[in-house]
């Protein structure tokens, strides 16, 4: 993409609403704007990454056997007064009328939906287990939308349901999420703890909440301080195998949020324990019968005995995400994407736009790395090299490439990491190698 051509609305300035660091480099660096309160429009830079995020949470949701599908945005009000939450959401809940003045909703949550389909389709516990996800808006009319896309009221959410014909297969299904979301959010570079968390208007007895630890978090946190160096991805994963010693392994170490923490009845010692703020990228619970029972979604069992289905709901904020990256990796002048949810892997400088050889060479580089796959951002504009650097810092792409008539003289670039560390200077050949390889 060249940027002379690219919607990018970069601000100068720090927005004097946006309270938290996330929200700020969002705007600032011209990935969303707030149509309404709590509600955003995501531009070209924003949408990439939210299209990677969502690209990681669909393939571990895969990995873990689920299958995805796309519900109703808008619901029939009828289906939650089966199950008895139509009065109970409250506010939240945003309420439409259509034109034959039937009662619909836009959805909050799809339990009712997939309860609905469930019931219609399936029979006999020899079509479980099953597991059924989407990725898609939702809509809660939250009292306090802050803090950017964090706490919206239009929000993007992944968000699955599990079938299982007793409470044994359901604990299966909710260990598997449990580990692919263990394993998700460390894939997105994020250190996420799961916590034991109240289950609120969803319902039911059992349920996790997945933090990752930063300042600005909305809930505080409390957890042994070993959790700080513990890594999901460096175990095996066998989705057929018994998961339970993974889950009890995972939950061994003392995690909770503020309404579960009780100081008096604590197990760490206080120099062990890390107190401190998070962000609740996810939300996992099984709450059994609540809402086959309610609505009649029957399978027959081995004995040939009608019985409710086992269910469990598994939600992760996939715009919220976005945030919480940023929360957690930034310095003073800007993001640093970790690469898998970058918007572009490369960002590529022309620090003499207009001189010949600079353009030629920049050409040449970039078609290179676009034919070999790599996503650049090249900075073709005539600006002056101090603009281009400082908005390449704000955006974050991983690598920066800067090329000018210094360098060109004995044929280098300039090739530098955003995470840290000093450029280099290498041959083109060199340059291409390292990012077509790496
Ligand atoms: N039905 C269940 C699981 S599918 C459910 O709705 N769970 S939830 O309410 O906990 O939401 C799931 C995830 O969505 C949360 O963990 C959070 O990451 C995200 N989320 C919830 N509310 C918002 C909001 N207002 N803005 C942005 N993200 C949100």
């Known amino acids: 993409m060249r940027r002379s051509r690219y919607f990018l609305p970069t601000l100068r300035e720090n927005p004097a609403e946006a309270q938290i660091v996330s929200h700020r480099l969002m705007l600032r660096a011209g990935m969303i704007r707030q149509s309404s309160a709590g509600i955003y429009s995501w531009l070209p830079l924003g949408h990439r990454v939210l299209r990677k995020i969502e690209q990681v949470v669909r393939e571990e949701m895969d990995a873990a056997g689920c299958q995805e599908v796309l519900m109703p945005a808008i619901q029939p009000a009828e289906l939650w007064e089966e199950s008895g939450r139509y009065h109970d959401y409250g506010k939240e809940m945003l309420r439409i009328t259509d034109r034959h003045e039937r009662p619909m909703l836009f959805g909050p949550t799809h339990e009712e939906v997939v309860t ?8 006999s516990y020899r079509d479980l287990p099953q597991n059924l996800y989407q990725i898609q808006w939702k809509f809660r009319d939250e009292l306090r ?8 009221r239009e929000f993007y959410m992944k968000d699955n349901y599990s079938f299982d014909i007793d409470h044994a297969g359901a604990v299966r299904s909710y260990n598997k999420m449990f580990v692919a979301y263990l394993r998700t959010f460390a894939r997105l570079g994020l250190t996420s703890i799961p916590m034991q968390a109240e289950s609120g208007a969803i319902g039911g007895d059992y349920s996790h909440e997945f933090i990752v630890l930063a300042d600005t978090g909305e809930s505080a946190v409390y957890c042994d301080r070993a959790w700080l160096d513990t890594d999901p991805l460096a175990m095996g994963i066998d989705y057929e195998a018994d998961l339970q010693p993974i889950v009890d392994e995972w939950t061994r170490l003392y995690a909770a949020t503020d309404d579960k923490h009780d100081p008096a009845a604590c197990p760490v ?3 062990g324990l890390y107190q401190g703020r998070g962000i609740e990228v996810g939300h ?4 059994g019968t609540k809402y086959s029972k309610a609505m009649g979604a029957k399978v027959t069992d081995p004995d040939g005995a009608e019985v409710p289905v086992e269910m469990g709901s598994y939600g992760i904020g996939v715009s919220r995400l976005a945030g919480a990256i940023i929360e957690a990796s930034h310095d003073e002048a800007g993001i640093i994407w970790p690469e898998i949810a970058a918007p572009f892997k490369v960002g590529l400088i022309n620090l003499r736009a207009g001189d010949a050889a600079c353009d030629e060479a920049c050409e040449a ?10 996503e650049v951002l090249y900075d073709d504009r005539d600006e002056r090299a101090g603009v281009k650097f400082a908005e390449m810092e704000l955006i974050g792409l991983p690598w920066q490439v800067a090329v000018g008539p210094r360098g060109l003289k004995v044929g280098t670039a300039e090739l530098k990491a955003r995470a840290g560390g000093e450029a280099e200077a290498l041959s083109f050949e060199s340059v291409s190698a390292r990012l077509i390889g790496g």
Do not use: K, Q, T
């Open 365 to 374: 580089l970039y078609s290179r790395l676009v034919e070999a796959g790599v």
């Open 284 to 287: 996992i619970f099984y709450f």
């Open 269 to 271: 010692p206080e120099d």
């Open 116 to 123: 609905d389909i469930f019931r219609n389709s399936v029979r």
């Open 145 to 152: 939308p802050r803090f950017g896309i964090m706490r919206g």
